[in-house]
């Protein structure tokens, strides 16, 4: 059964930086094949797709976070990171990680909170 648990939330000024990670379960070699992804979601707004890195390493940002935000990958321990940096408080919300495709089951998320 695959799980999902997203980790490195918290709470941090304007301009601060925070490390989020995915650790993935039940996966198996799997991971190493899928392109991945970092969604939001703030509060009363849809889940939206902000970061993805595909298989051979390409990534793709929205541009709300573009220059400020790294997503990275490790096929061998299956965990897909995203380094935030000057964080602003409309980054404030819930961050999921999953297939570019959303093909796996959702974790928990962790929040994000961003205050000025």
């Known amino acids: 059964q695959v799980q999902l648990t997203e980790s490195g939330g918290g709470s941090v000024r304007t301009g601060g930086s925070l490390k989020l990670s995915c650790t993935s379960s039940?996966?198996?070699?799997?991971?190493?094949?899928?392109?991945m992804g970092w969604y939001r979601q703030a509060p009363d707004q849809p889940r939206d797709l902000i970061a993805i890195?595909?298989?051979?390493?390409?990534?793709t940002y929205v541009d709300s976070v573009k220059g400020r935000f790294t997503i990275s990958r490790d096929n061998n321990k299956k965990m897909l990171y995203l380094q935030m940096n000057d964080l602003k408080p409309e980054d404030t919300a819930v961050y999921y990680c999953?297939?570019?495709?959303?093909?796996?089951?959702w974790g928990q998320g962790t929040q994000v909170t961003v205050s000025s």
């Open positions: 999953n297939t570019a495709s959303q093909g796996w089951p």
């Open positions: 039940g996966v198996g070699s799997t991971f190493s094949f899928a392109d």
């Open positions: 890195i595909n298989t051979g390493g390409k990534r």
